[in-house]
């Protein structure tokens, strides 16, 4: 083949354009490298116009502290995929795209007693598939069944029980407010503890002061009160899974939980500030320490260990100390006496009621003796019940009685231990509600032989005067 002077012409050309384009290959890709690199660095300032009409739909974005407008792109209609096993009528109906007049020959003449509905069904079903033919005649069928369809009938009182398990806004109403306060005070409780406190004041050897009396009183149930609603503030999830505490005013909603909060300062805040003003300090002091003990010693301690017992029980020890200080100003050992024998007079008092409510306590998760060490239950209810005994005894010995009183209550501490005892053999449902329907007696009963057995106070308080004849040298 021959060369003619056009082919090396293009030949050279060709080669010195190829050796340019390789030269500069380099260089151009720097180039698109720096240009992907600028459109990832700021992308909000790159905007596309593929279609113009896209540009109706806009929205703004923020990069680099700077407002952008970019145009979002129209998104394709997803086709729903439907499912050909579903037998439901009316999808299948969807699925047809256009019916066709039907054929003069398929019409039918049709009675005077037929419905517009069967005149209908033959046009639609002729112009459907064999299939879902089948399919709209047997929906027909059903719908056109003389059977009565089976209608629920809510009662009243299913209506108000499902109501009632809804969420709903909390209504106070202001007639039934008194007696959600004494249930939230726990009034027999604290009727209790104003007694044990009357009984440590009239104890007390000092001429009997009723102003006095009165005010100790007072503070002392707005003491209680405000330690009982704390206590079941904090103990509304817990008291919802126990019979025995179930209908109390929080879990049941009718007052809030601020609500409760407030009625408690509104009664420990006055109680402890009466207390401490008009009675005495130290009375004031124990006031408020038997409010901290219950709230945050006793009821936490609850799920955590048995030892709440004895904490609880000091905490039941403490009012009839207070009334004694709030008559004497001073604590004495026959204010501790009086203390003790409230201490010793809870265990088998509420070991016995514990012990039939070991159920409840489990559900609520309260870690109580009678739930976790029973044997220990009945042994310290029949330990202390017999410990009542030893502490009558006392009485002569801390000036607080006479010699009478360990005499005349020794029948009743008698008895209380004998039923302790079966209840420590027994372990019976039976031998605890005797102990503990005891208890409910036996304590006022005691308090009142006490008072009954008072040393004079003109006794005591020669005791510790001086003689008024010195003896001469």
């Known amino acids: 083949m021959f060369k003619t002077p056009c082919t090396r012409l293009s030949g050279l050309v060709g080669a010195s354009v190829s050796q340019k384009l390789l030269g500069n290959a380099s260089i151009n890709y720097q180039t698109a ?26 929205y ?16 394709t209609p997803a086709i729903p995929v439907l499912d050909e096993r579903d037998d439901s009528v009316v999808q299948r109906v969807q699925h047809v795209q256009a019916i066709y007049p039907p054929h003069p020959a398929d019409i039918m003449p049709q009675p005077d007693d ?14 459907l598939p064999s299939a879902e033919r089948t399919l709209l005649k047997k929906g027909s069928e059903r719908e056109t069944s003389n059977e009565t369809p089976h209608l629920h009938v809510e009662t009243d009182e299913a209506r108000e029980a499902r109501l009632d398990r809804q969420w709903k806004e909390l209504k ?20 209790l503890v104003v007694v044990t406190a009357a009984a440590g004041f ?25 330690a009982n609603s704390i206590n079941q503030y904090f ?25 409760a909060v407030s009625f408690a300062l509104a009664c420990g805040v006055p109680g402890v500030a009466l207390l401490t003003l008009a009675v005495n300090p130290l009375t004031g002091f124990l006031g408020a320490l038997n409010i901290f003990l219950y709230t ?4 936490p301690l609850k799920r955590l260990s048995i030892v709440n017992t004895w904490v609880g029980a000091v905490v ?43 159920e409840d306590y489990s559900r609520g998760g309260y870690r109580m003796m009678s739930v976790t060490h029973p044997d220990m239950c009945r042994r310290v209810a029949l330990r202390h019940s017999v410990a009542l005994v030893g502490l009558s005894c006392l009485g002569p010995a801390a000036g607080l009685t006479t010699w009478t009183f360990p005499l005349v209550s020794l029948p009743i501490n008698l008895y209380i231990s004998y039923l302790a005892l079966r209840f420590y053999h027994r372990a019976d449902r039976g031998s605890a509600r005797k102990l503990f329907f005891c208890s409910l007696w036996h304590l006022p009963m005691l308090l009142l032989l006490a008072l009954t057995c008072k040393k004079p106070a003109k006794e005591q308080s020669g005791a510790d005067l001086p003689s008024a004849n010195p003896v001469p040298s």
């Open 60 to 75: 703004v974005t923020k990069g680099s502290s700077e407002l952008h407008q970019r145009a979002v792109p129209k998104q």
């Open 202 to 226: 009239a104890m007390a050897p000092v001429p009997f002061d009723p102003g006095m009396f009165a005010l100790a009183c007072l503070g002392t149930g707005l003491a209680s009160c405000s």
């Open 235 to 259: 103990e509304v999830p817990f008291d919802s899974n126990m019979n025995r505490t179930k209908n109390r005013p929080l879990v049941r909603g009718q007052i809030s939980p601020l609500h």
């Open 296 to 299: 945050c010693c006793y009821t």
């Open 316 to 358: 039941g020890a403490i009012p009839p100390v207070m009334g004694w200080t709030a008559a004497t100003g001073s604590l004495d050992p026959a204010a501790l006496l009086m203390g003790a024998f409230l201490y010793s007079w809870q265990f088998p008092h509420f070991n016995a009621l514990s012990w039939n409510l070991r």
């Open 33 to 58: 490298r720096s240009l992907i690199h600028l459109y990832r660095k700021d992308p909000s300032n790159w905007i596309t116009y593929q279609q113009l009409h896209f540009l109706k739909r806009q």
């Open 172 to 191: 106070v109403d202001v007639s039934e407010l008194p007696g959600v306060y004494a249930r939230l005070a726990k009034s027999r409780l604290t009727a």
């Open 114 to 127: 037929v419905t517009s509905e069967e005149v209908v069904l033959p046009v639609i079903s002729n112009a």
